[in-house]
Nanobody, 123 residues
Framework: QVQLVESGGGLVQPGGSLRLSCAAS????????MGWYRQAPGKQLELVAN???????NYADSVKGRFTISRDNTKNTTYLQMNSLKPEDSAVYYC?????????????????WGQGTLVTVSS
């Protein structure tokens, strides 16, 4: 089994910062892309940022210049540094990882998700 455990969410004032972490554990051969998604009440799930195994990054236009995604491949962990937070950034943030896992016949792909961490930006 693969588990993604997120941490770092909470309540922050507008203009403040938070750092989210997501650690993958379990039977994993390798991890490809890792990413962060978010879902605000009444809205669809949206991609915030992702990062390839080689470090290439991609951001939603709404967070460019304010959020930074990174990863530590030795720890199977990805981070999301969020600066200059706005009320519209409030959402449940989910971690995602494209994993290769062992099976009885060799390996298989697994799209793993975390349980989500709540970020609330409010004064």
């Amino acid at each position: 089994q693969v588990q993604l455990v997120e941490s770092g969410g909470g309540l922050v004032q507008p203009g403040g910062s938070l750092r989210l972490s997501c650690a993958a554990s379990g039977s994993i051969f390798s991890i490809g892309a890792m990413g962060w998604y978010r879902q605000a009440p009444g809205k669809q799930l949206e991609l915030v940022a992702n990062i390839s195994s080689g470090g290439s990054t991609n951001y939603a236009d709404s967070v460019k210049g304010r959020f930074t995604i990174s990863r530590d491949n030795t720890k199977n962990t990805t981070y999301l540094q969020m600066n200059s937070l706005k009320p519209e950034d409030s959402a449940v943030y989910y971690c995602n990882a494209d994993c290769s896992i062992p099976t009885v016949t060799g390996s298989d792909a697994l799209d793993a998700w975390g349980q989500g961490t709540l970020v609330t930006v409010s004064s």
